[in-house]
């Protein structure tokens, strides 16, 4: 059974920073490719960063580029997503997945593990 659990949430104001931890229990991770979503009220579930298996591929959504950084530890099993220059709009809940592949990919139905999100609030 993989377990993920996402931690480093909170409530922060624009401009500020914010750093997501992933950490994967039950196999490891080094083999798959990971990547964050995040989803606001009332919207879909959207892409917001991918890194591949090895971290040699690393894809952003537009709307994060050059604001949010991904990393990840395969010694450690885990993925992390540091969010600079925050902004009202990132305002949501995040999620951690595992895909089925080692490259990167923003297709939603390419991840079969999902964490339970941790909650992103920037006030204006």
């Known amino acids: 059974q993989v377990q993920l659990v996402e931690s480093g949430g909170g409530l922060v104001q624009a401009g500020g920073s914010l750093r997501l931890s992933c950490a994967a229990s039950?196999?490891?991770?080094?083999?798959?490719?990971m990547a964050w979503f995040r989803q606001a009220p009332g919207k879909e579930r959207e892409f917001v960063a991918a890194?591949?298996?090895?971290?040699?591929?690393?894809y952003y959504a537009d709307s994060v580029k050059g604001r949010f950084t991904i990393s990840r530890d395969n010694a450690k099993n885990t993925v992390d997503l540091q969010m600079n220059s925050l902004k009202p709009e990132d305002t949501a809940i995040y999620y951690c997945?595992?895909?089925?592949?080692?490259?990167?990919?923003?297709?939603?139905?390419?991840?079969?593990?999902w964490g339970q999100g941790t909650q992103v609030t920037v006030s204006s």
């Open positions: 890194i591949s298996w090895n971290g040699g591929s690393i």
């Open positions: 997945a595992i895909s089925r592949r080692l490259s990167t990919t923003a297709d939603l139905g390419a991840y079969n593990y």
């Open positions: 039950g196999r490891t991770i080094w083999t798959n490719a």
